[in-house]
């Protein structure tokens, strides 16, 4: 028996099979509980800024796509600006959410958002950080959610001058960040969990 001041960490633990359950039970047919799952609707049609889609999958080091990863995406608004009461810079718009939750489809392991192109958000020192979209995977065999960035390739400049891009030590790699235009308003993101396209992930 171990002292109250010696406490060991507690195992970590994947998302396991429940996670769709307890995320987003309305994908899995247990209706009833909320009216739509969370994070399913980011706009509405008095939203500000230009609509897009992103959709990607998630790749293992095989190459085979999850077909039961879950997805979350936090961004700024179109003018740079999130929803809070901590944003200092002025009022985020009120119609649009910042987050989005997305079940990859159990076939094809796609994940789908609906959203707006967001607006640039300045670094800390006051830099203009190139937009971009916060990401979050969580699957089985995924002991703790993975966090990565998704930015535009028609924003070249500003990409060169991005703080964070600037920090990767392995330039060739930034590469795993930008997504593809696929189509009008519609990019593709495919995050690589291992191999020679492993996406990078951050540490936060």
């Given at each position: ?88 810079r002025g009022m985020a718009d009120p119609n649009f959410t910042g987050f989005g939750r997305s079940p990859g489809d159990m076939t094809t392991g796609e994940y ?36 990565t960035r998704m930015y535009f390739p028609d924003d070249e400049e500003a990409l060169k ?44």
């Open positions: 028996m171990q002292g109250l001041d010696q406490l060991k960490e507690t195992a970590s633990q994947t998302a396991g099979p429940y996670v769709h359950i307890g995320c987003v039970p309305n994908f899995c047919d247990i209706t009833g509980v909320f009216p739509e799952d969370l994070g399913c609707r980011m706009v509405n049609a008095h939203t500000k800024g230009e609509r897009i889609t992103v959709r990607g999958r998630v790749f293992d080091g095989t190459g085979t796509p999850l077909r039961d990863a879950l997805i979350e995406i936090w961004q700024a608004d179109a003018e740079g600006l999130y929803p809070g009461p901590q944003e200092k789908v958002f609906e959203t707006v192109r967001p607006g640039t958000v300045p670094f800390p020192d006051g830099r203009p950080m190139a937009p971009h979209i916060t990401f979050w995977v969580v699957a089985r065999g995924i002991n703790i959610g993975l966090h001058a991005d703080p964070i891009l600037m920090r990767i030590e392995h330039q060739v790699r930034v590469a795993t960040l930008i997504a593809q235009k696929t189509g009008e308003a519609e990019y593709t993101f495919d995050i690589h969990l291992q191999g020679p396209k492993e996406t990078i992930f951050f540490d936060i």
